[in-house]
């Protein structure tokens, strides 16, 4: 809180109690926020009987790959990984590629009757529809068209939660970004498209990758309808490669900390190259971050 | 917007073929119109279609016709107990996780902003747990609290406090969902609150010091209704995904012990896929979208996020 002219009233020592607990705050919970993360990659490197040692082992003593290789060479988790893989760049290709030109046009056009504010509200609110909800009706529709177990019913089903999005999100972008050099790329004899291709998407090229970043996030961690449309090895995505192996009589622990973690790594490298992103992204556009 | 919206059209010269003239005219509209093509198709279809089936019993076998049988579905609604404790369930998860993720949030902003709003890496890595797939964090808590081998039993017992079940017992498996997503979400609250503080106008505070106003009425008077709309924002997000919950329930309890946990949109999975009913189910998912569409709009509507 910025209270700079209050802290003359205060006596120094109220100004060390509040710095002291406020690090100590920090660093209790940097330990809560780290420790089930470094939990799950400690028990990947153990071999079974040390996961179930008790008292548990705080640092694996025998670190081993065991359930790397377990987990992404004799079963198929690299293949669900790839499929994640897949499905997520092929959604964020399609949402990425739509929602700029949508969020462009919610953000520069005028439409009829209150259009503009009416479509956005709507894109918003398909954004807010629970996934379960639409989860009957898609699969009735994939069994229907045979395209249960494909990765383009995922990607056209992820592209329905990727989508809205993506548009809010480049919509806010554009939004913040002057209109004169567009009008002037016209007077130049520009056209309006080629103003939108030349000059505005460059300059929201940190919006775009933000943008593709989230969506691949997203993607990457969606589970529900995965579980739903896919049942076969050959497109099911790494959470429900995971989800599959906690079986209601025995759980592979190693196996899936192995899984686990290794489908946590690429977010937290994400989580990083957005982090100037992360709270405008996070609030669909509407906080500025 | 462009002031010369209407004009454009007419200014450039290299246009050529009518084609062009025609697309550069309604381009507003050419660009819109993907988006919302694929947003009908992938929303409005399903929800009409899901209407459908909501009024008809349909048989897990698909060489049998759907029945009509109108509003049967929505009436078994009123006596399916199941259904109701699936939205008891709901409601408790969502308020009470919502509002724990919010104090926790808020507190530790207001508490910590002055000390690392510079520090961006310090907080990226605060915020690391909201952006992990949730599959993820419901297997680490499922080891966490393993009843045998798990770290949780083993604090309990080096405090001397007695081992309990965490996500097997009938009493504390709710809390259990609620820590664990308390442990991913209050990272979103918490960043969406340094935003927010970070944008408020230092005038008004100098003025309220120079008038001798506490740091109480200070927040009361000043913080609250300037952080007014981000509030809204990370309520609203975190109320809607909290609806949804799915994920962690699936992985750590699948809904049990005694259906403490059984949550409305496991409840409608199981509905459609274990008991084959899909058309009771389509009637349950209307109901949901019934309640989050209400909940959104009057949010929203409140709150003039829409503009």
């Not at chain 1, 694996?60 to 499905?87: C, G, M, W």
């Not at chain 1, 009008?183 to 929201?204: Q, Y």
């Amino acid at each position: 809180m910025p209270m700079a002219t209050t802290i003359v009233t205060r006596s120094r020592t109220r100004e060390t109690v509040l710095r002291l607990s406020a690090y100590l705050t920090i660093f209790v919970a940097l330990v809560l926020t780290l420790f089930p993360v470094y939990w799950i990659a400690a028990n990947s490197f153990k071999f079974d009987i040390d996961i179930f040692a008790v008292p548990p082992e705080w640092v694996p003593r025998n670190p081993t790959l065991k359930h790397y290789d377990e987990a992404f060479i004799q079963r198929p988790f690299l293949r669900y990984a790839l499929n994640s893989f897949l499905v997520a760049v092929g959604t964020t290709t399609i949402s990425v590629i739509f929602g700029t030109m949508a969020g462009y046009a919610l953000a520069r056009f005028s439409y009829p009757w209150q259009w503009r504010k009416q479509i956005s509200f709507w894109i918003l609110s398909t954004r807010m529809m629970p996934p379960i909800v639409s989860i009957i009706p898609l699969y009735l529709f994939f069994n229907y068209f045979d395209m249960l177990n494909t990765k383009s019913a995922l990607i056209i089903a992820y592209t329905a939660f990727n989508l809205p999005f993506a548009t809010w999100m480049m919509k806010s972008y554009f939004q913040d970004l002057p209109v004169e050099l567009e009008e002037a790329a016209i007077v130049d004899g520009d056209t309006r498209w080629g103003a939108f291709l030349h000059v505005a998407l460059p300059l929201a090229r940190p919006g775009l990758a933000a943008t593709a970043i989230f969506c691949l996030i997203i993607s990457w961690n969606e589970f529900l309808l995965s579980l739903i449309i896919t049942l076969t090895e050959q497109s099911q995505t790494l959470p429900i490669g995971i989800a599959g192996r906690v079986t209601q009589y025995s759980t592979y622990w190693g196996e899936i900390s192995a899984a686990g973690f290794m489908a946590c790594v690429p977010i937290v490298i994400f989580a990083f190259m957005v982090q100037k992103h992360l709270v405008r992204g996070l609030s669909l556009g509407a906080v500025k971050g | 917007m462009l002031k010369s919206d209407k004009g454009t059209s007419a200014a450039p010269l290299r246009l050529g073929s009518g084609l062009e003239r025609w697309a550069e005219r309604h381009l507003r509209y050419l660009m819109l119109a993907p988006t919302v093509l694929i947003l009908l198709a992938l929303t409005i279809f399903p929800s009409i279609y899901m209407f459908y089936a909501a009024v008809h019993r349909i048989s897990p076998n698909p060489d049998l016709p759907w029945e009509f049988i109108g509003i049967g579905n929505f009436a078994r609604l009123l006596s399916d107990g199941q259904f109701q404790v699936a939205l008891r369930n709901t409601a408790i998860f969502t308020i009470v996780a919502v509002t724990i993720e919010f104090l926790l949030g808020l507190g530790l902003a207001m508490l910590l902003d002055k000390y690392i709003r510079r520090l961006t890496f310090l907080k990226t890595v605060l915020m690391i747990p909201m952006m992990l797939p949730p599959i993820a964090v419901a297997i680490t808590w499922k080891l966490i609290y393993e009843p045998q081998f798990g770290v949780l039993n083993e604090i309990m017992f080096r405090l001397g406090l007695p081992l309990q079940a965490w996500a097997g017992d009938v009493n504390l498996a709710m809390f259990s969902i609620i820590v664990a997503d308390v442990w991913q979400w209050t990272p979103f609250i918490f960043l969406l609150m340094l935003a927010g503080l970070a944008s408020l106008p230092v005038e008004p505070y100098e003025a309220a010091a120079l008038d001798g106003a506490s740091s109480w009425r200070q927040f009361w008077d000043l913080t609250i209704p300037f952080l007014k709309p981000v509030i809204a924002i990370a309520l609203l997000l975190r109320v809607m995904d909290a609806l949804r919950l799915f994920d962690l329930v699936f992985i750590l309890t699948g809904g049990g012990p005694a259906d403490r946990t059984k949550v409305l949109s496991l409840y409608i999975y199981q509905v459609a896929y274990r008991f084959a009913d899909p058309g009771y189910a389509a009637a349950i998912s209307l109901f949901v979208l019934f309640v989050t569409i209400v909940l959104s709009t009057w949010f929203m509507k409140r709150m003039r996020l829409a503009e």
